[in-house]
């Protein structure tokens, strides 16, 4: 799995409820959450965001509540890979399971600004920053993760047969 995007950037401990926040959690329509998201932290992400970008963040990525929303608004909003620090582990689950690419690569996020290019390669686990030629290692993604997120979450991949 390969991604190429501009780089959208954060800091540590980002929570779920500003991430998507609890006043929208009464729709199910990912269009409409993705039009609130991370708008309590930044009013210009979704005026910003494009098809493709992709978010980087601190240590403790998606902490708080357990709800799939806050991946899903992501997702929704256009972004394809979430790199971080570390995830709430809840976060991390739910995000494979709607099918959003996220991986923990500490040494990427401390270099890399908001604004550079990267290109992630996940079979690989090779994230190169095109904006200032660094590379980084990271695990890549076991196969049947990317299975999961090539087939959009788990749902997906359990009704099509390629998850058992």
Known sequence: MKYTGSVIKYGDNVDTD??????????IDKKELASHCMEDLDTTFVSRVKNGDIM???QNFGCGSSREHAPIAIKESGISLVIAKSF????????????LGIVECPEA????????????????????N??????????????????IIENGGLINSIAEGIIK
């Open 18 to 27: 500003v991430i998507i926040p609890a006043r929208y959690l009464n729709t």
């Open 56 to 58: 980087v963040a601190g």
């Open 88 to 99: 709430a582990r809840i976060f991390y689950r739910n995000s494979i399971n709607i099918g």
């Open 109 to 128: 996020v401390d270099e890399i600004s908001e604004g550079d290019v990267i290109e992630a390669d996940m079979d690989n686990g090779i994230i190169y």
């Open 130 to 147: 095109k904006t200032t030629g660094k590379e980084y290692k990271t695990a890549p993604f076991p196969e049947f993760v990317q299975k």
